[in-house]
């Protein structure tokens, strides 16, 4: 196979800090069994940590970014994957320390790649991406903790984001009453149209002071937002219920007390999809597919974006103005 050059976004440290569409060889590429030709990415908070100076996410420049991509197998040293097949590799180190998915072709390590299920296209596998990843591994633990439709309302916290709008879709198509919790009133349209049944200001779940116990509103929730709100509604989960907790867009301390577990049974469930054994992993992206996989995927698409648009979009998510999520065609 012979590709001259091709076109990735790279960040860089030199005199300045940098952001910019580059042409590489693919002798630039790290080492892998598999080299793949990128159809798309999409962005993740992290993607939008990776292309700021003290983002604290990679660790050696010139770097390419993009912790999601799908596209086909050009080729393989490893015989479980051969040339044309339809693959998606999301986590570990990609787009952290090994080069990602914001470039026209990637080579990953084959342990890292899952084939892309029949019941999904690669486009539809990048509007999913980590973060509907993350919120199906979410709403699974819920459930393997016995949360199910009639134990009650379940709160989303940062719905509008990558993870909380899927968040709220997958819930709502298995039957479950969602509440939605936005900070943004102008998108409560597009919550309801997600599949949540009621919707309330982010003040409503953390009005600035965190109580050892205070009413109990919701049976579990779904929380990508972590910090005091993450205290504060674990505080108001009812008795026996759980809470998913997979980010920190608030912040990272949780200041809370053993109350809400030792006098109301509570579970905090913690959910990594960085490490997430494959087993698990192909088994979600399965469900992706099928009995998780929303309606209407296109309606996830806030806004699809070249290379080139892209370091003047990575900063839109820093600021929490993002909807659902960004698409990039490759
Ligand atoms: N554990 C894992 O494996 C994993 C995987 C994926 C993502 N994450 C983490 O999950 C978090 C969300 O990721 P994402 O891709 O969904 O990001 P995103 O698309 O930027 O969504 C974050 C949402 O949080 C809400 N928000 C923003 N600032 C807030 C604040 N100060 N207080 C309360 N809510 C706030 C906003 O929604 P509203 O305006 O609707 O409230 C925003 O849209 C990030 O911290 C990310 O690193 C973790």
């Not at 892309?116 to 296209?121: A, D, F, I, N």
């Not at 486009?123 to 709403?139: N, Q, R, Y």
């Not at 198509?173 to 982010?202: C, F, M, P, W």
Request: contains cysteine.
């Amino acid at each position: 196979m012979t590709v001259e050059n091709f076109k990735a976004l790279v960040v860089n440290q030199d005199e300045n800090f940098t952001v910019k569409v580059n042409d590489l060889t693919l002798n630039d590429l790290p080492n892998g069994e598999v080299l793949i030709k990128v159809s798309y990415s999409g962005i993740n908070y992290k993607d939008s940590l990776a292309a700021i100076q003290d983002g604290k996410i990679v660790t050696s420049y010139p770097f390419v970014p993009g912790i999601d991509l799908a596209g086909i197998v050009v080729s393989s040293e490893d015989s479980r994957f051969q040339e044309g097949d339809k693959v998606i590799a999301t986590s570990y180190e990609i787009g952290v320390s090994h080069f990602g998915g914001f470039s026209e072709y990637a080579r990953i390590p084959s342990k890292w790649i899952v084939p892309c299920p029949s019941g999904l296209s690669l486009k539809e596998a990048m509007i999913i991406g980590t973060a509907g990843f993350t919120a199906a591994l979410s709403i699974q633990r819920l459930q393997e903790n016995g949360i199910s439709p009639e134990n009650g309302k379940i709160l989303v916290t940062g719905a509008t984001g990558g993870v909380g709008s899927f968040a709220v879709s997958i819930l709502s198509t298995l039957g479950y009453q969602v509440e939605a919790s936005t900070g943004k009133d102008s998108e409560h349209e597009y919550l309801n149209n997600l599949g949540a049944t009621s919707i309330v200001a982010r003040e409503e779940v953390f009005d600035g002071k965190i109580r050892a116990l205070g009413k109990q509103k919701w049976a579990a929730a779904v929380d990508s937002v972590g910090g005091e709100p993450l205290a504060s509604l674990l505080s108001q989960i009812q008795y026996g219920g759980a809470v998913a907790s997979s980010g920190l867009t608030a912040g990272t301390n949780l200041p809370t007390s053993v109350f809400p577990f030792i006098l109301r049974g509570v579970n905090l469930l913690g959910i990594d999809s960085v490490y997430c054994p494959m087993d698990v992993r192909l088994n979600i992206w399965d469900r992706l597919a099928t009995d998780f996989k929303p309606a209407n995927l296109e309606g996830f698409i806030y806004q699809e974006v070249t290379l080139q648009q892209l370091p003047n979009v990575l900063p839109i998510l820093l600021k929490g103005q993002a909807r659902g999520r960004f698409l990039v065609k490759l």
